[in-house]
């Protein structure tokens, strides 16, 4: 698995989607559960431009290669919501994008500032934060596009094949320049290693979790994994990482959905309730209303008037 910097910003384009037959989004039915995981992916993928923030003020963004992917690597993340947006709005799900995504962020709260805060002190304080990170990304892209693999398989739905497939497709580019960067940082650097070893232990989370609650994230994992093939998808993701210099048999995804399983167990309802009811709908939250985040700051009012007379 080889990547050049070079080539793919001279191919980083939005993705491709001529020829998808999206009149045909209505001909195949979706399981709640398929619904579920095409909110989240979406929410998650619409959270990339906030999680670049989190990454331009780390140690790491003094590297011009990292930057250069990050600006292509942004740009196609972005059409990745925008196309599962659009998938699930011909579905018949009704919501407005940019309100979804303004709700999502206004329900980070303070914790996203904390987070943002720590990240950029904690990079400047240890010399190979970089390693850490390029393997988190790693697995974050092997993750989602193990997902999105196995929504394909469980929802066996036509056009949303189609669509994931070539979201795939970028997103095993993306795959190839964290794991490679990662294995140049780690190789001949045993401190390196150690570092990322004991924080991948200790404060790795599952892609997604901190916009979604833990029982979201079950709720995903247990939906596309708890069972042999998946269960086998996430060992094998798992043995992939451990590729990496360092990280020889770390469990990380496989670990995620034994912690799902060990709390569904102690509460059955635990996660499938999610699905059962429906509950991927964001509401606006109470406090911070988005209009105090966003330019949209009135809807029907003296402000949306004058907007229509300039
Ligand atoms: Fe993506
Ligand atoms: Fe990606």
Redesign the pocket.
């Known amino acids: 698995m080889s990547f050049s910097i070079e080539r793919y910003k001279e191919e980083s384009k939005k993705l491709d989607t001529a020829g998808i037959d999206w009149e045909a989004v209505t001909s195949s039915p979706l399981s709640n559960g398929d619904l579920f995981c095409l909110h989240y ?1 979406m929410d ?2 619409n959270h ?1 431009p906030l999680y670049l923030s989190h990454l331009l003020v780390t140690r790491a963004c003094m590297d011009p290669i990292l930057t250069a992917f990050l600006a292509c690597w942004n740009y ?2 972005l059409w ?2 925008e196309n599962i947006g659009k998938f699930l709005n011909l579905y018949g799900i009704e919501f407005d994008t940019q309100d979804r995504i303004a709700n999502v962020r206004a329900h980070l709260g303070v914790q996203n500032s904390v987070s943002l805060m720590s990240t950029m002190v904690g990079s400047w304080l240890l010399k190979d934060f970089s390693a850490v990170y390029l393997t988190i990304g790693a697995i974050n ?1 092997l993750s ?2 193990t997902g ?1 693999g196995a929504l394909i398989r469980k929802a066996g739905h036509p056009v949303l094949r189609d669509l994931l497939g070539r ?1 795939i497709k ?2 095993r580019r ?1 795959f190839a320049f964290y794991f490679n960067s990662a294995k140049e940082w780690l190789t001949d650097n045993e401190k390196a290693q150690r570092v990322d070893r004991w924080m991948l232990d200790r404060v790795w989370v599952p892609v997604g979790q901190g916009v979604k609650t833990q029982e979201q994230v079950d709720a995903l994992a247990l939906y596309l994994f708890d069972d042999e093939q998946g269960e086998e998808e996430l060992l094998a993701l798992d043995e992939k990482i451990g590729k990496l210099p360092g990280l020889a048999g770390i469990k990380l995804m496989s670990k995620a959905l034994y912690a799902a399983r060990d709390r569904r167990g102690r509460n059955p309802d635990w996660a499938s309730r999610l699905i059962d009811h429906e509950e991927w709908a964001v509401a606006p939250p109470k406090k911070s209303p988005i209009g105090e985040l966003t330019t949209r700051r009135a809807r029907g009012g003296d402000s949306a008037d004058a907007l229509e007379v300039m």
Request: glycine share 6%; charged share 40%.
């Open positions: 992916m998650i993928e990339v196609e993340e990745h919501g892209e989602t596009l999105y979201i970028d997103e993306h």
